[in-house]
């Protein structure tokens, strides 16, 4: 949990106005917390080079690119930084593709300020940005993907190497990185396809990412 008394927090939206909001609802929540704001993955990215921070508001469909790019940046910064999406979309494919990334929940622009307010003020409390109904399909989700990866009886070496190909190594790069043979590596692939009832690697890296082996990027 973090204190978020003081400090910095980094607002990152293409639209004016939905950004001023934004702006007003963290002041609200925090306000210790200094903010600086972005419209873009550029110009967001060139405060991360200035400064570490401590809250972030992320848009994805930002006008240069995917703020996934900066949220996996704040991800790796030194002091942890409490990543939120600030999105209109609703979907699961979008909250997903952000918590693998390193968010921490997500915020719907279109809800009114006092719940919005309300969401940021339970990080002090533990409690992730998550509307009841996203926590549930969170939860259902990775229920799901859990219980279909056990289905699919992969071995735990079977998983490293469709991590492997599914990123783009060769057998051969496979083999070496585990210190296996070619040969042995060929024969975990078909033992893989025959599991997973895929026929390519195409289908195999699509399959090994809706059972959360491998991340969509």
Wanted: proline fraction near 4%.
């Amino acid at each position: 949990m973090l204190p978020l008394e003081t400090g910095y927090a980094l607002i990152v939206e293409d639209n004016p106005d939905t950004r001023a909001w934004l702006v007003s609802c963290v002041q609200a929540a925090f306000a210790g917390l200094h903010i600086e704001v972005a419209q873009d993955v550029s110009s967001g990215s060139a405060l991360l080079q200035a400064r570490e921070f401590d809250l972030a508001l992320i848009d994805l469909g930002l006008p240069d690119d995917s703020g996934l790019d900066l949220i996996r940046a704040l991800s790796r910064q030194q002091t942890p930084c409490y990543i939120v999406v600030a999105t209109f979309y609703n979907d699961d494919r979008n909250l997903f593709t952000a918590l693998k990334a390193g968010a921490r929940g997500n915020i719907l622009k279109d809800q009114d300020r006092e719940r919005i307010v309300s969401y940021l003020k339970g990080i002090r409390k533990n409690r992730p940005p998550l509307s009841p109904a996203s926590s549930q399909r969170l939860i259902d989700h990775f229920n799901n993907q859990g219980a279909a990866l056990a289905a699919s009886a992969l071995t735990r070496l079977e998983i490293d190497v469709i991590c492997m190909i599914g990123k783009g190594y060769s057998v051969e790069d496979t083999a070496v990185s585990l210190s296996l043979s070619p040969d042995t590596i060929k024969g975990y692939v078909k033992s893989i396809y025959a599991k997973l009832e895929v026929s390519n690697r195409a289908e195999l890296t699509l399959k090994a990412i809706r059972l959360g082996i491998i991340e969509s990027h």
